[in-house]
Nanobody, 121 residues
Framework: VQLQASGGGLVQTGGSLRLTCAAS????????MGWYRQAPGKERELVAV???????QYADSVKGRFSISRDHAKNTVYLQMNSLKPEDTAIYYC????????????????WGQGTLVTVSS
């Protein structure tokens, strides 16, 4: 299974970015797709996740500003980030949890390579 994340960059406060993470390979089902982030000197934290039933969960710090969605047919997850703040600056990591491959019996977890989001004040 391979993950390709894109969409990071430099944006001013109040701006928007859209992150995309596409998964490919031997994939039968992905129960949870999500985004985490890690700022310099801080631990990695959950930003948003979305289940196979399109149930979503957000960190309190991004509620009302970020929106997560997924394209089930393309095994792709998106993170629309609006009203960005300097404190959103971090490396954003795509996460696939409870992924089942064709013929596989155990759920797996995958992490993307990370994409840098920098919000200038």
């Amino acid at each position: 299974v391979q993950l390709q994340a894109s969409g990071g960059g430099l944006v001013q406060t109040g701006g928007s970015l859209r992150l995309t993470c596409a998964a490919s390979g031997n994939i039968f089902k992905i129960n949870v797709m999500g985004w985490y982030r890690q700022a310099p000197g801080k631990e990695r934290e959950l930003v948003a996740v979305i289940t196979n039933a399109d149930v979503t969960q957000y960190a309190d710090s991004v509620k009302g500003r970020f929106s997560i969605s997924r394209d089930h047919a393309k095994n792709t997850v998106y993170l629309q980030m609006n009203s960005l703040k300097p404190e959103d600056t971090a490396i954003y990591y795509c996460n696939l949890d409870n992924l089942y491959t064709s013929g596989g019996s155990s759920p797996q977890v995958y992490w993307g390579q990370g994409t840098l989001v920098t919000v200038s004040s």
